[in-house]
């Protein structure tokens, strides 16, 4: 886990409500005494907890809590009862974790989905001792609800688990995670990491690519560092990406930057360039740089650009491998362009896309 990220969501959780929805099948299984100990790191550091039992056995919950010394309370007034979410919510805003039974078995029922809602949670987070969700043997780790319907949801495993949890969401819930119980520290690698280890289904933005802002500036500047002095990208001053802070944008993951592409217009040549295309190396290879190239590409033909061109030295095989652009001649750039290319001294290749192409 990322110290500086795990620090950074501190403040994000702090008086957030999660609902923990605990399979039966974890209830007696020695891997539940590692959550309990996630659980109570989250409750330290002010996240106001609600655990939901499945079935009727929470008094197991509650005695399993206390071996953690997780400050619990025992809500036993059945979740069909009308004052169950008054007394859950008395017994969270007095400071300790409520422990509740469902009644019913499944994770998604009507009665812990409605009392998460009732609550107003910001997550609702199963444990469950099955797989998660996963598209072609690949861990979906997060997707938007809006693209959770049974024909998007064809080529995934879990598919009804999906459809379960993205019916929660557009009742009110913003995120909801299924998580494998049995792996240890799951609920802290889950959500004090960008990526995470389980399945996320969102309601809220959490992968945006955005503009760059005057205060991203310096994280920026220090991102791109390693490849600056490694040649793989071209240096970059604080006053250089001011004066063009309109050509860049980033890729964010719950508003953490992980990555960065510019666009810099040619109006006469009617193109324009795509540059300084970075991403984290810990978030590679989930398609970010793609996702980035393309966006910038839409930029460009939205603003009525007939192509476009990267310039790379170092990333040759992305994109004419992967992205699929044409290498060219150094004689297609606009001139101002090729003049500075050729005052740098590099020895870069130019890779060029027609836009007009679908």
């Known amino acids: 886990m990322n110290v500086r990220s795990a620090l950074a969501y501190v403040p994000y959780f702090r008086n957030r409500l999660f609902v923990v929805h605990i399979c039966k099948e974890l209830l007696h299984a020695e891997a539940l005494v590692d959550a309990l100990l996630d659980a109570a790191a989250l409750h330290e550091i002010g996240v106001r907890l609600v655990l939901v039992c499945e079935g009727e056995e929470a008094s197991v919950l509650a005695r399993r809590t206390g071996e953690c010394e997780l400050p619990a309370a025992l809500a036993e007034l059945p979740l069909t009862a009308a004052p169950a979410a008054a007394r859950v919510a008395e017994i969270v805003e007095r400071g300790q974790v409520a422990i509740v039974p469902s009644g019913a078995i499944g994770r998604f029922d009507e009665g812990s989905v409605a009392l998460a809602v009732a ?36 080529d995934c495993s879990c598919a009804e688990e999906l459809l379960h949890a993205a019916q929660v969401c557009r009742r009110g819930i913003p995120r909801v995670h299924m998580l494998d119980g049995l792996h240890r520290g799951v609920l802290l690698d889950e959500l004090f990491s960008e990526e995470g280890v ?46 063009r802070l309109d050509s860049y944008y980033v890729y964010t993951l719950d508003d953490t930057i992980v990555g960065c592409v510019a666009l810099y217009p ?42 476009i061109f990267a310039i790379s ?14 290498q060219l001649s150094r004689d297609v750039l606009p001139p101002s362009r090729r003049a500075a290319l050729e005052a740098s001294g590099r020895s870069s290749a130019v890779f060029g896309h027609n836009l007009n192409e679908m």
């Not at 920026?220 to 004066?243: N, P």
Request: contains cysteine.
């Open 313 to 326: 030295q170092s990333a040759v095989d992305y994109f004419r491998d992967r992205l699929g652009y044409a």
């Open 119 to 154: 609550l107003g949670a910001a997550k609702y987070i199963c444990l469950q001792v099955e797989a998660v969700p996963s598209r072609m043997g690949q861990p979906i780790f997060a997707i938007a609800e809006s693209d959770v319907a049974p024909e998007l949801c064809a």
């Open 266 to 307: 040619f109006e006469q040549e009617h193109c324009a360039e795509l540059g300084c295309l970075f991403i984290k190396k810990n978030y590679e290879g989930h398609g970010y740089g793609r996702a980035m190239c393309r966006f910038i590409e839409d930029k460009a033909r939205a603003m009525g650009f007939d192509w």
């Open 198 to 243: 389980g399945a996320m289904v969102h309601a809220d933005s959490y992968r945006e690519i955005r503009p760059l802002n005057v205060d991203d500036i310096p994280e920026l500047l220090s991102m791109i560092a390693r490849c600056v002095a490694d040649a793989k990208l071209v240096e970059r001053t604080y006053e250089s990406i001011h004066a």
